[in-house]
């Protein structure tokens, strides 16, 4: 059974940085596009940033737009977020997700909390 | 970016009874569209893709309808399992982003 596991979040002062990482045990990673989604405590789930399977291929959302960095590294079955500049507004659940548009599974996700 | 629309905002249901849930896009998806699960505490699971395509291991009561902007989503007769909150969400821009609506909650009548 495909799962994905995320870590590294936590809280963290406004302006300051974190990275997530997220662990697929499935055997077929380097297969999958991968999509990065949040959740603020009680509200709607936003799409953030997405990466092809090699990496040559990356988008954002505007409200992350230069602040986020996805990355994957397919050897350890792993995917990445650099948070930088990190605002009160970012914090919220961060699920990592497989898939292209349709996202067929998703990690329990990991909370970030940026405050001061 | 397409906005997404869903309604009603929270739905009372008895068990055994249907639900109809309802999305709508500002600009046609065509059946870019997804449907997902949420419990609480838990990760959102997926439904329908395709707009009416049951994903797998997902059962015969969930079935999803519609085209362009227009999108259902039914529980034919509800279990206890099934309330939750539902998202729809479309896949049809590229690049993305993929937008999704604010969720249905569907709660015990």
């Known amino acids: 059974q495909v799962q994905l596991v995320e870590s590294g979040g936590g809280l963290v002062k406004p302006g300051g940085s974190l990275r997530l990482s997220c662990a697929d045990s499935?055997?077929?990673?380097?297969?999958?596009?991968m999509s990065w989604i949040r959740q603020a405590p009680g509200k709607g789930l936003e799409w953030v940033s997405y990466?092809?399977?090699?990496?040559?291929?990356?988008y954002y959302a505007d409200s992350v737009r230069g602040r986020f960095t996805i990355s994957r590294d397919n050897a350890k079955k792993s995917l990445y977020l650099q948070m930088n500049s990190l605002r009160a507004d970012d914090t919220a659940f961060y699920y990592c997700?497989?898939?292209?548009?349709?996202?067929?599974?998703w990690g329990r996700g990991t909370l970030v909390i940026v405050s001061s | 970016e397409i906005l997404m629309t869903q309604s009603p905002a929270t739905l009372s249901v008895a068990p055994g009874e249907r639900a109809t849930l309802s999305c709508r896009a500002s600009?046609?998806?065509?059946?870019?569209l997804v449907w997902y699960q949420q419990k609480p505490g838990q990760a959102p699971r997926l439904l329908i893709y395709?707009?009416?395509t049951r994903a797998t291991g997902i059962p015969a009561r969930f079935s999803g309808s519609g085209s362009g902007t227009e999108f259902t989503l039914t529980i034919s007769s509800l279990q206890s399992e099934d309330f939750a909150v539902y998202y729809c969400q479309q896949y049809s821009s590229w690049p993305p982003p993929w937008t999704f609506g604010q969720g249905t909650k569907v709660e015990i009548k």
């Open positions: 499935g055997f077929t990673f380097s297969d999958q596009y």
């Open positions: 395709g707009a009416s």
């Open positions: 997700a497989r898939g292209e548009g349709t996202l067929t599974s």
């Open positions: 600009h046609s998806v065509k059946t870019s």
């Open positions: 990466i092809s399977r090699t990496g040559n291929s990356i």
